[in-house]
């Protein structure tokens, strides 16, 4: 294209604006600009946070990040696994981010009362609160809009987590912490790192492990034992 050519002048064409190093090679951005993609760029990203805190991660302002979990809802098979590691047991049970509920209304099912969720994301409470009402558990199960980091799990005596390997080991401190020493632990997909399971079900990623806090309680206060000896 000739320098001065416009478009919709006689002899302009749409077409190549040059190559790199000529003039009128203007490099990706050239049809933008720089304030064009600049404004592109905090679009995107406008566009990503709110999808973010909105869709993905509303309720969790007051979260830290590096403990902060996205939903991913268990697999019917990682559902049938968890509940079989806690097949016969009594008691309260409670699945720790309780997602759209399905761990919860599978544990009530089961016979495993008083069943209940904590979730901080408030439309996945709501599809919770609906599946139950569905199943006609409604009043029988509770979701509650509370920061499991934040709730007193002394009086669990069955306890679901599908979380992220990264928070497993500030979690470990937490239910070692509190749970009474008949409360079993079971955890889908990831393990916990520094606890050795009682039982387990399942391959790869639905895999469950099963943790009873005595047995895990005695371990830990053995491996703290040869460490002062050493
Ligand atoms: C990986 S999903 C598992 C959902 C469900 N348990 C299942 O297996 O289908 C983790 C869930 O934990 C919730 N969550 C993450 N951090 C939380 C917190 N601090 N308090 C309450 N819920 C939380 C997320 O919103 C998400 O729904």
């Not at 559902?79 to 590691?85: D, F, G, I, S, T």
């Not at 439309?123 to 499991?148: E, I, M, P, T």
């Amino acid at each position: 294209m000739e320098p001065g050519w416009e478009p919709g002048e006689p002899g302009w064409e749409p077409g190549e604006p040059g190559e790199p190093g000529e003039p009128g090679w203007g490099g990706p951005g050239a049809a933008l600009g720089g304030r064009g993609l600049l404004a592109a760029a905090v679009a995107s990203g406008a566009a990503l946070w709110a999808t973010w805190a909105v869709l993905l991660m509303p309720g969790f302002r007051r979260v830290p990040l590096r403990l902060q979990v996205p939903y991913q809802p268990s697999s019917p098979r990682q559902v049938a696994n968890a509940l079989e590691l806690l097949r016969g047991r009594a008691g309260k049970t409670v699945d720790l981010g309780s997602g759209d509920g399905r761990l919860v209304l599978e544990a009530h099912k089961q016979g495993l009362r008083p069943a209940l969720g904590y979730e901080l994301n408030p439309w996945l409470l709501c599809l919770a609160n609906y599946r139950a009402w569905k199943a006609g558990y409604h009043g029988s199960v509770s979701f509650l809009k509370k920061d499991l980091w934040k709730v007193n799990l002394s009086d669990c005596h069955n306890v679901i987590v599908f979380l992220a390997p990264s928070v497993k080991p500030p979690l470990a401190t937490k239910l070692l912490a509190e749970l009474p020493d008949d409360a079993r632990v079971v955890s889908g997909r990831f393990p916990f790192p520094c606890w050795t399971p009682s039982s387990s079900l399942g391959q790869g990623l639905e895999q469950c492990w099963a943790y009873d806090m005595k047995e895990v309680r005695r371990e830990a206060k053995s491996r703290a034992q040869e460490k002062s000896q050493l």
